[in-house]
């Protein structure tokens, strides 16, 4: 972590995020066990409980880690000055180069997801994270502009549910098949709702 110019050392707590958030996307949550978080943060397994209280108050954490994770590409990718279509190829770029180069955040979000049917907590965090890159797709690309531009009789909102889940669903098949490239590439596809013309 950089401030002022200086480099800080990580502290307690932000070492056994990273170390949790790297066990998992490498193991999976089931698999991965508190001792084994303390060993790749290299502190006593008394200071997770410390500072997490147990395995599902760290887990809630990893999930705010993948929201902040998420929403800083965000931030280095839209520019306020983009139209909206220019916004949603961005989107499109953003979800290519994230599987592309930090895949372990897919593999987190995704065992996340299967865990939030069966704990109440953590699918509260992970539909809040859902609902806010949806309310982003909604306002950045599907404006109501671009809707009435293009002539759809959908809201913002479908659509906006529609595209993330046309990506959501193409990342699947990108992990399952990581030797496939074509799969990413792929994602392109979707800039069809994009034009003109093109879904009514």
């Not at 929201?67 to 990718?77: G, I, L």
């Not at 965090?125 to 909604?138: L, N, W």
Request: glycine letters at 8%; hydrophobic letters at 40%; a negative charge.
């Amino acid at each position: 972590m950089e401030r002022g110019g200086f480099i800080l050392e990580p502290t307690q707590q932000e070492k056994i995020l990273d170390a949790a958030y790297a066990v998992i996307a490498r193991e999976g949550y089931v698999k991965t066990s508190v001792r084994q978080i303390a060993q790749e943060a290299q502190v006593a397994v008394s200071q997770i409980s410390y500072h997490y209280e147990n395995k599902e108050g760290l887990l809630l954490a990893v999930v705010r880690r993948v929201a902040n994770r998420y929403y800083d590409y965000m931030q280095s990718y839209l520019k306020p000055e983009m139209s909206p279509r220019e916004k949603g190829e961005c989107f499109i770029r953003l979800y290519q180069e994230v599987l592309e180069d930090d895949s372990a955040l897919f593999r987190v979000l995704y065992d996340l997801v299967g865990l939030a049917l069966w704990s109440e907590p953590v699918r509260l965090k992970v539909r809040e994270i859902f609902t806010g890159i949806v309310d982003q797709i909604t306002q950045d690309v599907f404006t109501e502009e671009l809707i009435h531009e293009i002539g759809y009789t959908y809201s913002g909102e479908t659509l906006a549910g529609l595209f993330f889940g046309g990506i959501f669903g193409i990342a699947v098949q990108a992990l399952l098949q990581p030797d496939d490239k074509t799969i990413t590439g792929s994602l392109g596809a979707l800039s069809v709702v994009f034009k003109d013309g093109e879904v009514s």
